[in-house]
């Protein structure tokens, strides 16, 4: 559904809608035949909630395709990710809680090895620690261009950010990353006229970094891929109407959630915290984004007693979100990852939609093979998920007379 | 789904995927609350092979439409039928196996019956024997042009196959079938400056033709239409990165593999002949299409029980197919052919997809109404298919980060 359609039939509502997403939350058996970690796991609570929703399995993006989080979390937003796509740099920033002003154009850093002729030895600088790259991002920090002010983040080993800020900054610059040792960093070049300042200042960065770092083999060079700005995207509430919070431990989650105009909260990586700062801000905003990342962490770890133990703390501390009475409640995965491919998957993701308003459908419990008989279905496209939220929350107007 | 976006995911890996189609699968009870031809046969192998796999039923097209051979198809290999047309000159050259080059320009021919004053009194030449055509066929053979080739095939009856080789082809050329008798065969002519030889070729053959025809009525004229070449469309392998194969006893099934390059394969029109040779060449290609013809056949014929017998050849012989050891098999037909409509349908046809990797869903037997309660619902888009083969088969990288 287009999103200027949605943003066209948004009507006010004193309603509190809450998303719930239990990242990687759909999973596959243990043995063939056998139960997977949500059917395994004991969820007294969700079960409950299931048998007064509306229920079903949703696909993230289409059948076969497996998401990467920021894909998979627009599209619960409504934003299809197909038409929405994020830039690396702009996906790094949200990574590490890096604030991106819209003048900005971020990118990826690595960290690399190059020999005395210049040539790539190593595109990762044998992966240095993360303290190390602490160490020598304090070093780039010294680094000075004209008319921009420039940026150095650490991200994670041999990953760093680099923002540029200045005026009319195009992000039409191709990577320096050669991507195959033996050869020389690529220079920057502008794809069109209004880059050409972003290609200048990115030539400038690299040739200074060369001075900075020589002296600090195997990471004596710095390589930059993936130009990006802030995406121009409609916000949140301008298409649904609703003010919004992020409750989520990890940056990342809370960093999408800003690229959509929403307010980030931070909290602990518990759901009983998670789920506190909800009561507590339950009147401060119309939308609420619950992030609970232990579940994907523990399926991509092939950990299937480890993910039904997070499933089931989830479960535990439900009644703590229940007592924020939201209007509206979804409890959803970004996607399936499932332990058996310790990875995210192109798996149908379980989804129940809990209100007052919803037509439940007779599923009494919340697991795999029991949702394919949900009144969602067992395809739902994940961007169906926003739009009926909002009209079971009362907040959109009928389309046509 | 885009299939450059599949394209930019694919990535190899060292596993065989098989596509079995049973032409026509899809059927309807032989009374009102009865067994359809796939529920009335016994199939204790296909059963099995649905209880360890995710099922459903599938929609070639979109609701309500009934898809001819080819579209249907192209939707399981992944290619939307409403972007990837044929020509029907071209589907012609598939349909008998004519090794079409990508200069030629296809036509389908009718033989028809004109009077003294050049008028159609006949539009199919009082559908004439295939033997008569064939000895008509070699008259035409004698034709020449100036600076093309020109071929001329038998296909069945009063249907023939024009091609044109040559440089400079277009296809923008009007049919000269004049659609109703009582007129004069049409000029071609060009549609566009491309198509200008193109028009005048198809002009020397249709008055040659004429001459060489005068004496045998009532196939004394012929009528051209469908001008098509062969499509620019990207290759089942540069979508799915698989080197592919095509097993099938009917020549039009071949032809339109190999319009996606695959490479055609011969094979009795016997099951077990067909998983024979899928056997013989397991290593030789990553992918196999192997189609089974006689389900839409005894369709077509009204013949319950002979769709019924058909079914339960399959299944009987399923087990030389598994000796094959796919990683992924997918099961299905291309459209339903229900015994009561004697002819090609719109009902969702049924389809298992087992993997290592799929999710399991309950459903213990093959059979319509069965099916409905699959993991991939009962009206999947038949174009999702091919993408969560190749998945589960580990060949699709995630899509964002």
Same mark, same amino acid.
């Given at each position: 559904?287009?999103?200027q359609?949605?943003?066209? @039939? *948004?009507?006010?509502?004193?309603?509190?809608?809450?998303?719930?997403?239990?990242?990687?939350?759909?999973g @596959?058996?243990?043995?063939?035949?056998?139960?997977?970690? !949500?059917?395994?796991?004991?969820?007294?609570?969700?079960?409950? !909630?299931?048998?007064?929703?509306?229920?079903?399995?949703?696909?993230?993006?289409?059948?076969g395709?497996?998401?990467?989080?920021?894909?998979? +979390?627009?599209?619960?937003?409504?934003?299809d990710?197909?038409?929405?796509?994020?830039?690396?740099?702009? /996906?790094?920033?949200?990574?590490?809680? =890096?604030?991106?002003?819209?003048?900005?154009?971020?990118?990826?850093?690595?960290?690399? &090895?190059?020999?005395?002729?210049?040539?790539?030895?190593?595109?990762?600088?044998?992966?240095?620690?993360?303290?190390?790259?602490?160490e020598?991002?304090?070093?780039?920090?010294?680094?000075?261009?004209?008319?921009?002010?420039? =940026?150095?983040?650490?991200? *994670?080993?041999?990953?760093?950010?680099?923002?540029?800020?200045?005026?009319?900054?195009?992000?039409?610059?191709?990577?320096?990353?050669?991507? #195959?040792?033996?050869?020389?960093? @690529?220079e920057?070049?502008?794809?069109? #006229?209004?880059s050409?300042?972003?290609?200048?200042?990115?030539?400038?960065?690299?040739?200074?970094a060369?001075?900075? !770092?020589?002296?600090?083999?195997?990471?004596?060079m710095?390589?930059?891929?993936?130009?990006?700005? !802030?995406?121009?995207?409609?916000?949140?509430?301008?298409?649904?109407?609703?003010?919004?919070?992020?409750?989520?431990?990890?940056?990342?989650?809370?960093?999408?959630?800003?690229?959509?105009?929403?307010?980030?909260?931070?909290?602990?990586?518990?759901?009983?915290a998670? =789920?506190?700062?909800?009561?507590?801000?339950?009147? +401060?905003f119309?939308?609420?984004?619950?992030?609970?990342?232990?579940?994907?962490?523990?399926?991509?770890?092939?950990?299937?007693?480890? *993910?039904?133990?997070v499933?089931?703390?989830?479960?535990?501390?439900?009644?703590?979100? /229940?007592?924020?009475?939201?209007?509206?409640?979804?409890? &959803?995965?970004?996607?399936? &990852?499932?332990?058996?491919?310790?990875? #995210?998957?192109?798996?149908p993701?379980?989804?129940?939609?809990?209100?007052?308003?919803?037509?439940?459908?007779?599923?009494?419990?919340?697991?795999?093979?029991?949702?394919?008989?949900?009144?969602?279905?067992?395809?739902?496209?994940? &961007? +169906?998920?926003?739009? /009926?939220?909002?009209?079971?929350?009362?907040?959109?107007? *009928?389309?046509?007379a």
């Open positions: 559904m287009d999103l359609i949605i943003a066209s @039939l *948004k009507r006010p509502a004193d309603t509190r809608v809450v998303l719930l997403v239990i990242d990687g939350l759909g @596959l058996p243990r043995h063939p035949g056998d139960q997977t970690e !949500l059917e395994a796991a004991q969820t007294p609570n969700l079960d409950a !909630l299931a048998a007064r929703s509306v229920t079903g399995l949703h696909e993230p993006i289409g059948g395709i497996t998401p990467g989080s920021g894909p998979a +979390h627009l599209a619960l937003f409504g934003y990710a197909l038409d929405y796509q994020i830039g690396r740099g702009v /996906l790094s920033a949200a990574g590490i809680d =890096f604030d991106l002003q819209p003048q900005d154009v971020a990118c990826r850093g690595n960290f690399c &090895t190059v020999d005395a002729s210049g040539q790539v030895t190593d595109r990762r600088a044998g992966r240095i620690s993360t303290e190390r790259n602490r020598l991002v304090d070093q780039l920090r010294q680094i000075e261009l004209p008319d921009a002010e420039v =940026f150095v983040e650490t991200i *994670k080993e041999h990953r760093l950010l680099v923002v540029f800020r200045g005026e009319d900054l195009g992000t039409a610059v191709n990577d320096t990353d050669p991507q #195959h040792t033996g050869r020389a960093p @690529l920057a070049r502008a794809g069109d #006229h209004g050409r300042r972003t290609a200048e200042l990115a030539n400038r960065f690299s040739e200074q060369r001075e900075v !770092l020589a002296d600090h083999h195997p990471a004596n710095v390589l930059l891929r993936g130009f990006a700005s !802030l995406p121009d995207w409609p916000s949140f509430e301008h298409v649904y109407g609703t003010s919004a919070a992020a409750i989520a431990g990890y940056p990342m989650y809370r960093g999408l959630a800003r690229l959509l105009g929403m307010d980030p909260l931070t909290a602990e990586e518990d759901p009983r998670k =789920f506190a700062r909800l009561r507590e801000h339950r009147d +401060h119309d939308f609420f984004f619950v992030h609970v990342k232990k579940a994907d962490s523990t399926g991509e770890d092939g950990d299937f007693d480890g *993910k039904v133990a499933i089931e703390g989830v479960d535990e501390a439900l009644p703590d979100l /229940l007592a924020a009475e939201p209007d509206v409640l979804l409890v &959803t995965g970004d996607h399936s &990852t499932p332990w058996s491919l310790a990875s #995210h998957s192109w798996h993701v379980p989804v129940l939609l809990a209100s007052q308003h919803c037509r439940p459908d007779g599923v009494q419990t919340f697991g795999e093979r029991a949702l394919i008989g949900g009144g969602l279905g067992p395809r739902i496209p994940a &961007t +169906h998920l926003m739009p /009926l939220a909002m009209a079971n929350a009362g907040r959109l107007e *009928k389309f046509g």
